[in-house]
């Protein structure tokens, strides 16, 4: 119950237009959080937990999900120090509220804009005389003053991309790249909190505590195999810096001429296509979970005051044996005040309710008030509740909800069109919702996306992979008759710097959450600095500290190595099972019965020794760990255009 208002309040104080209801959501989601942190410290509840999983014959009659569920509430009463005497149980909860205002603070002062850099004139000579730079040059010319460019904006990006003199890209680079000492004070309190939170616990450092019950130790194993790849990438870029600077060979690269030396190429799909309205690529989507599970998507009709704007979209979700499993609400469109970027969120997980006590519920509200209730409740759960063929129970249908910032159509300008790096946002969304509507799980808990931080990008990562194959582009076509485009793509060295340098802000992470956050004289930015001098392939620029607007530090405090991990795994799925018939239904259900149904209920090194038929990566061992490190570079190699 209280995840379930808890997940609400996250999703409205996130996507309601109303400042009213925002205002109120954060109250509700505050207090409750607070709430959960006081029962996570609950010495009743926690004896109780001890006393079955010390019972030999209660654990015999627990099924492995049961068992699995009642682990990680064990857990969460460990790491949240029930042991402790009360006063310093009541530090725990303390702790947990300055961590969660001060998490807020950082993510605030990490968007903030920058004070702009001073570029002169004669700096922007060579800026080629099209678009945006022909805008500078002409404003250079005619105001005959120095120009304030902004860290961030269009101008920004054009210095960064094609100002042949490095003059002005290092100017950029360093106001991009600046901090307040507010700023830097507010990510060290942060950090310290943190800190202080597991040595509470007994642990040694924020990060012993948080992976302990996660995948990867350390993301060391990724960084071993890429950096030599990286290392070839990087000269590369040095051999384009001396061409064009006529320089002596393998001038330094610097961090200002990644971009310049890099030119972006747009993402772009392998084969013609039609324009990508979102109702085609929805139309595609429902085409390849058709083939591969069996599951179709169908646009549904909402009730009046079912949704928060009247943009928001309702999709079914349908089984083509027992019909309707879920409900997927598509918030597609920016609008102001709605947050930027792309998210999932589960209002209404999936699990097993057939022992639920409706009566019990509402027991002692007065007879009126429980009939009242109870109809309401019985009409309601009767519409959100199936039964699972080869399942016993009855389940609750999951309900999430997909937030993007598309273009919204006009009456002038039509349906909005996708550009191609939309289309795999689309993709990744969709993952995480199908995790979600095919989880079929007893508990909540461990329902769908409810699994470790490791683990859970699997899903939406492999769908991006998907967009690699021109068999699958072809369901984008209602004729099927898309048509491969000429030529081939050729490797971008880039890919690999890029890959390093996420690895790089990984192993941050790790430094920002070890017990070094702890010392007096904890300096982020000498750390960031030495973290580069001792692993990084380009140099750290003195007065600079970007690592205040490194806002995963918040959100994924010491799990920043999830998204890379979980692309390793990804890699090899698609490879092993997908690549060579991307619509086989025999593969699919694989995925589907050994990874999605079970969400967190099952260890996922145990999922992934299933699914790719590895027994030896079973246990997690260091090797397993290793192992993934290699499959990482198999993806870095050999999937070129994967952006």
Not at 470 to 489: E, K, M, Q, S, Y
Request: charged share 25%; proline share 7%; glycine share 6%.
């Amino acid at each position: 119950m209280l995840c379930g208002v808890i997940d609400l309040a996250e999703l409205i104080r996130n996507a309601h237009p109303d400042p009213a209801w925002v205002e109120n959501a954060e109250i509700v989601y505050d207090n409750l959080c607070e709430f959960m942190n006081i029962l996570n410290t609950h010495v009743g509840l926690y004896e109780v937990l001890r006393d079955v999983l010390s019972d030999p014959e209660v654990l015999k009659s627990l099924g492995p999900e049961a068992h699995e569920t009642a682990q990680i509430f064990w857990r969460d009463f460990e790491k949240s120090g029930v042991n402790l005497p009360p006063e310093q149980r009541s530090r725990f909860v303390s702790l947990s509220s300055e961590i969660l205002a001060k998490g807020r603070e950082f993510l605030v002062e990490a968007s903030a804009a920058r004070p702009p850099a001073t570029i002169k004139p004669s700096e922007l000579q060579g800026l080629k005389d099209t678009g945006m730079g022909a805008r500078l040059r002409l404003q250079a010319k005619f105001t005959q003053r120095d120009l304030l460019v902004y860290p961030g904006s269009l101008q920004a990006q054009m210095i960064m991309h094609s100002a042949p003199q490095e003059e002005p890209r290092r100017k950029v680079y360093m106001a991009s790249n600046s901090s307040t000492p507010k700023q830097i004070d507010t990510l060290e309190r942060l950090l310290r909190a943190r800190g202080e939170l597991a040595r509470l616990v007994g642990k040694p450092s924020y990060a012993h505590m948080t992976l302990a019950d996660k995948m990867a130790k350390s993301p060391d194993a990724l960084m071993n195999y890429t950096r030599p790849y990286a290392r070839k990438a990087l000269l590369t870029l040095s051999q384009r810096k001396q061409a064009h600077l006529n320089t002596q060979p393998f001038p330094m690269i610097q961090a200002w001429d990644r971009d310049y030396y890099c030119p972006p190429e747009p993402p772009a799909p392998p084969i013609a296509l039609p324009p990508l309205t979102l109702g085609t690529v929805f139309m595609g989507l429902s085409r390849l979970f058709r083939n591969l599970y069996g599951i179709s998507l169908r646009l549904s009709d909402v009730a009046p005051g079912e949704v928060w704007h009247p943009g928001v979209r309702k999709l079914e979700v349908v089984d083509e044996e027992t019909g309707v499993i879920g409900w997927v609400y598509a918030d597609l469109f920016a609008r102001r005040g709605k947050p930027s970027g792309a998210a999932h969120y589960t209002v209404r997980c999936s699990r097993r309710v057939d022992d639920d006590d409706l009566e019990g519920d509402v027991a002692g509200l007065g007879r009126e008030e429980e009939n009242r209730l109870l109809q309401v409740s019985h009409t309601f759960e009767s519409m959100h509740r199936c039964r699972i063929p080869g399942q016993e129970g009855v389940y609750q249908r999951p309900v999430v909800v997909l937030l993007c910032e598309f273009t919204k159509p006009t009456a002038t300008g039509g349906p909005t069109i996708l550009a191609w790096h939309e289309v795999l946002t689309l993709f990744h969304e969709m993952g995480h919702a199908m995790h979600s509507m095919i989880g079929r799980t007893e508990y909540q808990n461990v329902s769908g996306t409810r699994c470790a931080t490791d683990f859970v990008e699997l899903p939406s990562i492999l769908m991006e992979h998907f967009l690699n194959s021109p068999t699958v582009l072809a369901l984008f076509d209602p004729d099927g008759n898309a048509i491969r485009r000429p030529g081939t793509h050729e490797e971008d060295p880039c890919r690999s710097i890029d890959t390093h340098t996420q690895i790089l802000l990984a192993s941050l992470d790790q430094i920002y959450h070890s017990a070094a956050a702890l010392n007096p004289i904890f300096d982020s930015t000498a750390a960031l600095a030495e973290m580069y001098k001792s692993k990084g392939l380009i140099p750290h620029m003195e007065g600079t500290s970007w690592q205040t607007q490194f806002g995963h530090l918040f959100g994924y405090g010491a799990t920043y190595y999830s998204y890379l991990f979980d692309r390793a795994i990804a890699s090899r799925v698609w490879r092993n099972l997908f690549s060579g018939d991307p619509l086989s239904r025999q593969m699919g259900e694989r995925f589907k019965s050994q990874v999605l149904r079970f969400g967190g209920a099952r260890d996922p090194w145990q999922m992934v020794s299933a699914v790719l038929c590895a027994p030896e990566m079973a246990n997690g061992d260091a090797e397993a760990m290793a192992e993934v490190g290699r499959w990482k570079i198999e993806d870095e190699v050999s999937i070129p255009g994967h952006h």
